[in-house]
Structure formats: C-alpha cells, structure tokens
C-alpha cells in the first residue's frame, strides 16, 4: 500500500484545511487509516484515525471537537478536516495504514503498516 498526503499550507489561526491520503494498492480500502503530526524537535503524536469501513473513529484529545476525519473508499481517500486551527497545530502531518488495528492501540504508531511522506501544516497566530 503506498499513500500520498496531500493539502498541507500556511494558514492563519482559526482558519480550517482538509488533508487529503490518497491510498492506493492491493485492497487498500481494507486498511484503517491514522494521522500522526510530528512538530518541530517534538515526538511524533497521534491526530485521528479511522477504521477501514469509517463507521469507527478516533481523536486525540487536542483534536478532538475541531478535527474530523472521514474516508471515501471508493476514491480510496481518507481525509482530515481540520477547524480552529491553532498555533500549536504547526507540524508535519503523515497519514499511515494498518491492516489489523487494535481500537485501544489505535494511537500507537506500531500498529500500522505503512507510512505516507507527509505534508506540511504551518499555522500563524
């Protein structure tokens, strides 16, 4: 499975900006798909994630109630809408996919297969 994220920018704080993963590969659509955000001289930390069928979904705490994450199968798209967008959500932004997800290892980087290369989401305030 390759993914290709995409629809990062410079934007101003309060504004909102979807990412787009494109996914594509043998049965791509039968992976769950998570966002990882990696901030400058910080750990990578888990965003959001859905399950393949996007019945299930999952956010951090930071992103939960202003980020919503949603997929289109039949476009093998997952997509990241992002509102109020804060300073603090400055970071690269990967997306990755994971053919058997554990809902209580969902955040864990571990539990996915295969990584995007990651666009950028620069916020000013």
């Known amino acids: 499975v390759q993914l290709q994220a995409s629809g990062g920018g410079l934007v101003q704080a309060g504004d909102s900006l979807t990412l787009s993963c494109a996914a594509s590969?043998?049965?791509?659509?039968?992976?769950?798909v998570g966002w990882f955000r990696q901030a400058p001289g910080k750990e990578r930390e888990f965003v959001a994630a859905?399950?393949?069928?996007?019945?299930?979904?999952y956010y951090a705490d930071s992103t939960k109630g202003r980020f919503t994450v949603s997929r289109d199968n039949a476009k093998n798209t997952v997509y990241l809408q992002m509102n109020s967008l804060k300073s603090e959500d400055t970071a690269v932004y990967y997306c990755?996919?994971?053919?058997?997800?554990?809902?209580?290892?969902?955040?864990?980087?571990?539990?996915?297969?295969?990584w995007g290369q990651g666009t950028l989401v620069t916020v000013s305030s």
């Open positions: 590969g043998r049965d791509a659509s039968n992976y769950g």
């Open positions: 990755a996919a994971g053919r058997s997800i554990i809902s209580t290892e969902v955040s864990a980087g571990r539990s996915y297969d295969y």
């Open positions: 859905t399950t393949w069928s996007g019945r299930n979904s």
